[in-house]
Nanobody, 127 residues
Framework: QVQLMEFGGGSVQAGGRLNLSCVAF????????MGWFRQVPGKEREGIAH????????DYDASVKDRFTISRDMAKNMLYLQMNDLKPDDSAMYFC????????????????????WGQGTQVTVFS
């Protein structure tokens, strides 16, 4: 079992930046792949980035590539998402997720491949 808690959301003007953090508690084997997802009310949850525990290899959705950076500190059980050049379309509830199956990192981020989820943190970008 893995428990996740996100923090760092907030409101920012377009073009600004925010850094999200996620702390993981529990069995480290449950987080072989960790990712960030976001969801807007009325829309499906969207995978935006993930990072593989074994190699640190990352993958991004095209909508955030070159603006967002995912990273992790395994010694501290932390996952991060640095978000630069934020746009109003980035406004959403952001979720941290973990999968015990590292293969979740072999494909574009898909929520069905993650077993553990945080409660989410809201990001609002205003123009």
């Amino acid at each position: 079992q893995v428990q996740l808690m996100e923090f760092g959301g907030g409101s920012v003007q377009a073009g600004g930046r925010l850094n999200l953090s996620c702390v993981a508690f529990g069995d480290g084997a449950g987080s072989n792949c960790m990712g960030w997802f976001r969801q807007v009310p009325g829309k499906e949850r969207e995978g935006i980035a993930h990072i593989y525990k074994g190699t640190g290899v990352t993958d991004y959705d095209a909508s955030v590539k070159d603006r967002f950076t995912i990273s992790r500190d395994m010694a501290k059980n932390m996952l991060y998402l640095q978000m630069n050049d934020l746009k109003p379309d980035d406004s959403a509830m952001y979720f941290c997720a973990a999968s015990g199956d590292g293969r979740a990192c072999f494909y574009p981020p898909q929520d069905v491949m993650y077993q553990f989820w945080g409660q989410g943190t809201q990001v609002t970008v205003f123009s």
